[in-house]
């Protein structure tokens, strides 16, 4: 183009140069849309989903604490205040995600107009992960991705996916903590200059709800062209968008801008651009100076050319080009009354090469296709032929030979044969070079923490794996195959956690702890390590409640009484309840069977004639005789509640994970959830609220709270036992690693507390989908 003398437009240095930007696009742009604000979470296009890591589309709303707008500077604290919050030059980010567990996931998908000026997208972020090491499947994760509107990926190069684990690259720890600091990821949209595409960004915790993961970002679209940045003679400086980690110019420079000797008759400029995911595109522009130039003719122009040619015709400066077809290019001259001339070329791209895959073994000539190599070196190589076709293009054809090694079975596998479970191990094929295909072979309860595809296998041990486990695993080379196996002992590992309670002034001896007197009123945490007799873990954590000790008062009723009667006593005193103990033991005990007609039979009278089960009873009272009992069946995959709202309409009372551990009204917790309207007009309140309305209520059944439901873990021997009698459904049966049970106590309106089958306490939001247990009163 002929070069502007509009001061607005160039700066006036760079009078009298003409100049083109050459973009490879595929249709006329159509929209001139303007790049959408990143941070506005609220503007049309824009939307904000959140779920679980199994489904982080679930539902669609903005998430206070999930879906937040950065606009003060600050730092991360999970990164020990090494990562700011804003990076250089933006004033406000998107944070998605947060440090709270549970298996959350969130999204952000924004549908955008490619604009002509603007067609290369620039993503700033920054990642934030727990890392615990678990398989990399539910791993804490970040994806930023660019679809089309069916919502299918674009291109491999259009998205950057990413998962915890030690060693990625661009990320620093901070304890046990993996983040990345802010950097840039540049997309090319030229293809898809008047189109729409959708940029999304998902966060996902750990699918195992025990870890988090987060991460913030803001984007932009940035100019497609190359830039004149001063020019002084013959010498022209230009650049190409920023934000890329490689550059590669035609006159053999690497850095961003770089420098040109313009030639009389004009220079091409030819910039190779490598992207984050190591994708790469080509900026091209022509470069003169002087003034005249006539603007050439805009065509079209249809020409030809062999695959693997470039082509430099009609102020065209196209690379080799190496998919065979006909595709459309445009080369864009600027007037000097700013007015756009399009050149139009379509150009047909003929195949040249053939591709030919072959493999043979050490010590065989390789003899086909007109190729004779004799006896060629293990390794890969590739040889030509050419044919002459009498035709425009000559057909090359391209043999890549691979040539094996002779396969070898090893006589052992490396690694140890006895170890200890919930620790991670490394099994390998010794000496795996040459090999074309491994595959690993583990039994249930043997968790991968690497690809099964790999010579070496990372794996860890859960108690329910066989003993001895058994690892196989097979090879094959094309010279080749077998398969060999190493048995593992596997030993326990012991990780106890216990919640008790000790009135001050008393020492506290049980569950292995020995404990000095205890004056401090508090909670407070001791842990003893250890190691079994076969060196494997032996820990135990003890959470101790220190309480006043209260002043007792006891009362008989009667006070006297002749030999062979009985009595009541009644203690009574400041910071205590009221006890009535019975002189006798309970009639009732745990692990008895709740029979439909309210009678109670003991396990060693079962079956019983005439009676029906309905429940095992988990807990008896003072008195001997009235409690609570667990249902029989067990309600899967159930919500707390199927609603949202940015207003907590959760009207239970707020309890922290010690306080909910003594909430023991799942009775009147029921009543409450039961009581709350659905604010959704599409939802009953039975829809609004499945685990509490999944129930027979009015027949006695409730959703237990969370104090119930640790009662229920303590006798969980004699619970099962009976459940067996009774064909009913075992609790925390194994089935699932990652398997809870819904209380009806409130963490904080949000989240919802629950048991693991491991008798821990969490909170999880309460759209999550867990499992329901009903209790009852007797």
């Not at 998205?159 to 993996?178: M, P």
């Not at 041990?461 to 010279?479: D, H, K, Q, R, T």
């Not at 006043?548 to 008989?556: C, D, G, I, K, S």
């Not at 203690?571 to 439909?596: E, R």
Request: with cysteine; hydrophobic share 35%; charged share 15%.
């Amino acid at each position: 183009m002929q070069v502007l003398d509009d001061s607005a437009l160039l700066p006036m240095n760079l009078k009298h140069l003409i100049w083109t930007i050459l973009l490879s696009w595929c249709a006329v742009a159509v929209s001139h849309a303007q790049c959408p604000d990143f941070t506005d979470l609220t503007a049309p296009g824009v939307t904000c989903q959140y779920g679980t890591t199994d489904d982080p589309f679930q539902n669609t709303g903005i998430v206070p604490g999930r879906h937040t707008v950065i606009t003060q500077q600050g730092t991360d604290p999970n990164t020990g205040g090494q990562l700011p919050l804003l990076p250089p030059g933006e004033s406000a980010v998107v944070k998605l995600g947060n440090d709270n567990v549970g298996s959350e996931a969130e999204a952000v998908t924004y549908t955008i107009s490619v604009d002509i000026a603007h067609s290369i997208l620039q993503v700033k972020f920054a990642v934030v992960f727990e890392d615990p090491g678990h398989p990399h499947t539910v791993q804490p994760r970040f994806m930023v991705r660019v679809l089309n509107l069916d919502g299918e990926l674009i291109d491999s190069c259009a998205q950057y996916d990413v998962s915890a684990a030690y060693g990625l690259e661009g990320f620093e720890s901070y304890h046990g903590v993996r983040y990345r600091p802010w950097g840039l990821m540049s997309i090319n949209l030229s293809d898809y200059i008047g189109q729409q595409v959708k940029l999304q960004f998902v966060t996902y915790d750990c699918g195992w709800q025990g870890h988090y993961g987060y991460a913030y970002y803001t984007a932009s679209c940035i100019s497609n062209q190359l830039t004149v940045n001063n020019i002084s003679g013959n010498q022209i400086t230009v650049s190409a968008p920023e934000g890329f980690p490689n550059y590669n110019w035609d006159n053999h420079t690497y850095t961003n801008p770089t420098t040109y000797t313009l030639d009389p008759g004009g220079t091409a400029v030819n910039c190779l651009i490598v992207n984050t995911v190591n994708c790469y595109f080509t900026l091209s522009g022509f470069f003169t100076s002087g003034s005249g130039i006539i603007i050439p003719e805009t065509g079209p122009f249809y020409d030809t050319i062999c695959e693997g040619d470039s082509y430099h015709q009609h102020y065209f400066n196209l690379p080799p080009q190496e998919k065979v077809g006909t595709y459309t290019y445009r080369n864009t001259f600027l007037g000097t009354d700013g007015e756009e001339n399009v050149i139009t070329l379509f150009l047909t791209v003929l195949k040249r090469y053939h591709h030919i895959y072959e493999h043979i073994c050490v010590g065989f000539n390789y003899e086909a296709n007109g190729f004779h190599i004799i006896q060629p070196p293990q390794g890969k190589r590739s040889d030509t032929l050419v044919i002459p076709t009498g035709g425009r293009c000559d057909s090359v054809v391209v043999l890549h030979l691979r040539v094996s090694p002779p396969f070898v079975l090893p006589t052992v596998l490396s690694g140890e044969t006895e170890v200890c479970d919930a620790e991670e191990y490394v099994y390998a094929w010794p000496n795996a070079e040459g090999l074309d295909t491994i595959q690993w072979t583990v039994p249930a309860g043997v968790s991968v923490m690497t690809s099964i595809w790999s010579s070496s296998l990372r794996v860890f041990f859960l108690p329910e794996a066989p003993n001895p486990a058994i690892l196989s695993v097979n090879a094959l080379n094309g010279c080749g195959s077998g398969t060999q196996t190493i048995s593992v002992t596997h030993n326990p590992s012991y990780h106890l956690f216990v919640r008790d309670t000790l009135c001050s002034g008393n020492e506290y001896h049980a569950h292995g702890f020995h404990l000095a007197r205890q004056d401090s009123v508090g909670v407070f945490t001791f842990s003893e390590e250890g190691f079994t007799a076969k060196g494997c873990d032996s820990n135990s954590t003890l959470q101790l409640l220190v309480v006043r000790n209260p002043e007792l008062t006891t009362l008989a009723q009667p006070e006297e009484i002749c030999s062979g009667a009985s009595t009541v006593i009644h203690a009574m005193g400041s910071n205590s309840g009221i006890y009535s103990g019975a002189l006798y033991p309970p009639a009732v005990n745990v692990g008895d069977i709740l029979c439909t007609d309210s009678s109670i039979v003991k396990p060693v009278d079962w079956p019983a004639a005439g009676k029906t089960a309905m429940g095992v009873i988990f807990f008896v009272d003072s008195t001997g005789e009235h409690g609570w009992a667990v249902s029989l069946e067990e309600h899967t995959g159930l919500q707390w509640c199927a609603l949202y709202s940015s207003e907590d309409f959760i009207t239970l009372p707020e309890t922290t994970d010690w306080e909910a551990m003594y909430d023991f009204d799942g009775y009147g917790n029921t009543q409450i959830i039961r009581s709350i309207p659905s604010i959704n007009e599409w939802l009953t309140q039975q829809e609004a609220f499945p685990a509490a309305w999944v129930l027979d209520f009015d027949n006695g059944w409730y959703l237990p709270s969370m104090g119930q439901l640790s009662v229920m873990y303590g006798g969980i021997i004699a619970i099962n036992n009976s459940m067996q009698l009774v064909n009913g459904t075992p609790l925390f049966d194994g089935t699932s690693y990652n398997k809870y049970l819904w209380s009806s106590t409130n963490d904080n309106g949000f989240y919802i507390h629950c048991l693991d089958n491991k008798g821990h306490v969490w909170a999880t939001t309460y759209n999550a989908t867990q499992n329901t247990r009903g209790v009852r009163s007797f």
